[in-house]
């Protein structure tokens, strides 16, 4: 048992370097829950030729990063934070945005269509370390039960109804698309894609370590303007990290000046 220990840190130590991620015992069951679907996608026997095999191969590495990091998520999720930002942003500015982590795409339209409903005037970085959640975001199909919490007039005016092969599903429409921009991003590694007046990074510290963690909310400060906000999953704090953040309200923080 032993030996399988520890090719089960190796992974664990793999997935730290690579994006940050630390799989403490609570996440024993996910790594071998999707390692699992992995060794039978590879046809391999062994959690040691497993190692081996993403020590060499660039593009299985990838695909078992995509499989340890992909979340639950849907439409219009804590929809509290989309209505905190339309009353707290002045809609006469060109906002810039960053859906940090935006995984297969639900919290960058969620976030666009509703600005878009208010008439705002904006531009949106929406980034991942997955290639296969980039993929489907880019795509933008869901199924129905992802839009539980979307308003019907949403859905009637910015989603398409599939139909045919496609019923039950809902496609969103290209003018909801062209205020958003995707691109591959690594959290930890990566420098920061630019400055932003917003500044979504949710659910996703909760697989951090405290350095990690520190780090990372370090680069996401120097990362907004002046003013901006930073929000973070409402299961989420700041709490015993060193930062310059103003608390505005749970889960809600602000770049303040002066």
């Not at 024993?28 to 390692?35: C, M, N, Q, V």
């Not at 040691?48 to 299985?60: G, S």
């Not at 992909?70 to 439409?75: D, E, I, S, V, Y």
């Not at 697989?207 to 906000?229: A, E, M, P, V, W």
């Amino acid at each position: 048992m032993g030996s399988v220990k520890s090719q089960y840190q190796k992974l664990k130590d793999i997935v730290y370097r690579e994006c940050g991620i630390n799989l403490h015992e609570g996440k024993d069951e996910l790594l071998k829950t999707r390692l699992a679907k992995r060794l039978r996608i590879k046809k391999t026997d062994s959690v040691a030729d497993y190692v081996r095999l993403i020590e060499r191969d660039k593009k299985e590495l990838s695909n078992f990063i995509d499989a340890i990091t992909t979340n639950h998520t849907f439409l219009f999720r804590e929809n509290r934070h989309c209505e905190f930002i339309k009353q707290a942003l002045n809609i006469s500015r060109h906002l810039k945005i960053w859906s940090a982590a935006s995984s297969s795409g639900e919290e960058p339209y969620s976030i666009a269509v509703q600005l878009m409903e208010r008439g705002y005037k904006f531009e949106m970085f929406a980034s991942d370390i997955s290639d296969k959640m980039l993929n489907l975001a880019q795509r933008g199909v869901y199924s129905m039960d992802k839009a539980k919490e979307v308003p019907a007039p949403f859905l009637h005016k910015y989603f398409q109804k599939g139909h045919g092969r496609s019923n039950g599903s809902i496609r969103i429409k290209n003018e909801v698309k062209k205020f958003i921009s995707f691109g591959k991003h690594n959290l930890i590694e990566d420098p920061s894609p630019g400055l932003f007046d917003v500044i979504f990074c949710r659910n996703v510290m909760i697989y951090f370590d405290s350095k990690t963690k520190q780090d990372l909310i370090k680069k996401l400060y120097n990362s907004l303007k002046d003013g901006g906000y930073f929000i973070i999953g409402a299961a989420e704090g700041l709490v015993g990290l060193k930062h310059n953040f103003k608390y505005v309200e749970p889960s809600i923080y602000i770049k303040a000046t002066g």
